[in-house]
């Protein structure tokens, strides 16, 4: 469940013309495969979070101009970063995944590796798009395909609210209450 007062003030914002990684910086959230594309393609990404595997990811991005690692950023950093963003890429399998659902409480689309979670909280070509494949090039189509204009803030808000704590508070009260 996601907290969606923290996002109460996230208002329709242009999106400015990046990427957004937002995530721990380990082998396994492959972070490298975002990175690989944007130098692919050209694309600016901000990376926030900070991890084992900065050192390796920045070796990968070299002098890019393009990418730009932020490190560790607050909320209300995270919050900002997160409503200026063109889409939040999900590079890696959840469980269930909360930042996804953060973009999307920002109004902002998510490009995910279509696996875990976000297979429930995502809708395709409404809230997110996703690329099959944990590899660059199956996320370099997805990013080239990816048109923002096309993703309505008020959807991505509508989603990500159907999973705020309230609503989850609220099923589990329905549930003991049925049970009795």
């Known amino acids: 469940a ?7 003030s996230a208002e329709k914002i242009d999106p400015e013309d990046f990427y957004l990684v937002l995530t721990r910086l380990s082998p396994w959230k492959r972070v490298d495969l975002a990175v690989e594309a944007c130098l692919n393609t050209g694309d ?21 101009e393009n990418i730009e690692f932020l ?11 997160l409503e200026r963003c063109k889409a939040l890429i999900n590079t890696q399998f959840e469980d269930f995944g909360l930042v996804p659902l953060e ?10 590796y279509k696996k875990g979670g976000v297979l429930e909280t995502i809708v395709e070509e409404k809230t ?12 370099v189509r997805a990013m080239r395909e990816f048109q923002s204009e096309n993703y309505s803030h008020q959807d ?12 989850f508070s609220k099923k589990i009260r329905d549930f003991v209450e049925r049970l009795n």
């Open 2 to 8: 996601i907290d969606i007062k923290e996002f109460s």
């Open 103 to 112: 973009a999307m409480a920002c109004g902002r689309p998510v490009i995910a």
């Open 44 to 64: 600016s990404l901000n990376i926030a979070g900070s991890g084992p595997d900065v050192a390796r990811l920045k070796k990968i991005a070299g002098d890019s």
């Open 128 to 139: 997110g798009t996703f690329f099959d494949k944990q590899e660059v090039d199956s996320l």
């Open 71 to 81: 490190g560790y950023v607050s909320e209300k950093e995270k919050v900002k970063l």
């Open 156 to 167: 991505c808000r509508e989603q990500a609210a159907r999973f705020s704590i309230e609503k």
